[in-house]
């Protein structure tokens, strides 16, 4: 199974019930990729600004709280690694998206001047926590 920010944006008990989920349905030997937003420090303060920023219910957790919330659900988290977020970095959405679809994309946020608005309140929020928030890409299989 492959998971793409679904639990970031989930609360504790959500996060818990989606992974149970998971671990239940997963074959002997399966596999769970997930990417998440990560945070280093601060979490209370980054969910309240991202909340604000994304008005999406934004819980992204610490390396050490991502695993656990796991190992509760009944997932043994097998590798994982973490770096610097790259999200709404011009580069990076051309790098992932591809030329055309990342044109689309930009000319949507010159085009609206309410989804530039909201992008630009999303990307100070994440300049302002750069140190704080990363990624996370976890494997995990059942225990």
Request: charged share 20%.
């Amino acid at each position: 199974m492959l998971a793409e920010a679904i639990l970031t944006i989930q609360s504790a008990s959500g996060k818990a019930k989606i992974l149970q989920g998971i671990c239940d349905r997963l074959k002997p030997r399966g596999k769970f990729l997930s990417h998440e937003l990560r945070v280093n420090d601060r979490e209370d303060e980054i969910h309240r600004a991202l909340a604000a920023a994304i008005r999406v219910n934004s819980t992204p957790l610490s390396e050490t709280n991502w695993i656990a919330t796991c190992q509760t659900a009944g997932l043994q988290v097998l590798n994982h690694q973490t770096g610097v977020m790259g999200l709404l970095n011009p580069a990076r959405v051309i790098q992932d998206e591809g030329l055309i679809d990342a044109s689309k994309f930009f000319w949507n946020v010159l085009t609206r001047p309410q989804l530039r608005d909201r992008l630009l309140t999303m990307r100070q929020v994440f300049k302002q926590y750069e140190h704080e928030l990363g990624y996370l890409i976890l494997c995990a299989e059942q225990n």
